[in-house]
């Protein structure tokens, strides 16, 4: 088991660090884990409607991430503006990232695994990968010089843990947080709407991944040692 004072994740969307570590999250900070997340994007895309509009939905997305956070017992939730669609693994989200890690000063970062067989969403490829990037600016000090300008030093958290991922070494039993989970991802209804049939599918779910391992509900990941070159 990681030991953990601080985590930081970022999703590629609202709800989707609360889909893949709600329930993780959650049990840390029931401990006194000091958590917060993090959204590239504000899922100003997310309708199946063409009529819709992005800004409305953005802004419905950012609260309702907003209040799916509190549920998890986050510190906060940062968005880094991102458009929707269109997320790029560029230098400016890069730094972006690593400044927010130096200013958070997280053990451990949660994000999408960029190298999942098959990934499909590209947003979730490209924030994996921003991830990654910048938690090593974030933790080598001549990198991204103009953090150290604005009084933020190197900061290294000691692992990555990555979610969604086919490789799965580091598990946390989410027996006693499902619900919390499930109540989070219940904040994103203009996502999720009245689908009745949520608590039962993310239960099998969760159940699925706990049986590889022995346990009745779970979250699986794939670990990072961020010590290495």
């Known amino acids: 088991?990681?030991?953990?004072?601080?985590?930081?994740?970022?999703?590629?969307?609202?709800?989707?660090?609360?889909?893949?570590?709600?329930?993780?999250?959650?049990?840390?900070?029931?401990?006194?884990?000091?958590?917060?997340?993090?959204?590239?994007?504000?899922?100003?895309?997310?309708?199946?409607?063409?009529?819709?509009n992005p800004d409305?939905?953005?802004?419905?997305?950012?609260?309702?991430?907003?209040?799916?956070?509190?549920?998890?017992?986050a510190g906060g939730v940062h968005f880094l503006g991102a458009t929707d669609g269109e997320l790029e693994p560029i230098l400016a989200l890069r730094v972006a990232v690593a400044r927010l890690v130096r200013q958070v000063r997280p053990d451990v970062v949660l994000g999408h695994d960029p190298w999942r067989r098959w990934l499909l969403h590209p947003d979730h490829r490209a924030a994996g990968l921003l991830t990654v990037?910048?938690?090593?600016?974030?933790?080598?000090?001549?990198?991204?010089?103009?953090?150290?300008?604005?009084?933020?030093?190197?900061?290294?958290?000691?692992?990555?843990?990555?979610?969604?991922?086919?490789?799965?070494?580091?598990?946390?039993?989410?027996?006693?947080?499902?619900?919390?989970?499930?109540?989070a991802l219940r904040c994103h209804a203009s996502q999720i709407g009245d689908h009745a049939d949520l608590a039962r599918r993310v239960r099998t779910w969760n159940a699925a991944i706990g049986a590889d391992f022995g346990l009745p509900l779970a979250e699986a990941f794939h670990l990072l040692d961020t010590g290495g070159r």
Request: with cysteine.
């Open 133 to 183: 990037d910048g938690v090593v600016a974030a933790r080598d000090p001549l990198y991204a010089p103009e953090l150290a300008s604005e009084g933020l030093p190197a900061h290294r958290p000691h692992s990555i843990l990555l979610f969604g991922t086919d490789a799965p070494d580091e598990v946390v039993d989410i027996s006693a947080t499902i619900d919390a989970k499930l109540a």
């Open 56 to 73: 409305e939905i953005g802004r419905v997305r950012r609260e309702e991430a907003m209040a799916a956070g509190g549920v998890l017992g």
């Open 1 to 52: 088991m990681l030991a953990v004072r601080g985590a930081l994740a970022f999703g590629a969307h609202p709800d989707d660090v609360e889909l893949q570590a709600g329930g993780t999250l959650a049990a840390w900070a029931r401990e006194g884990v000091r958590v917060e997340l993090a959204c590239f994007t504000s899922g100003e895309k997310g309708s199946h409607d063409p009529a819709a």
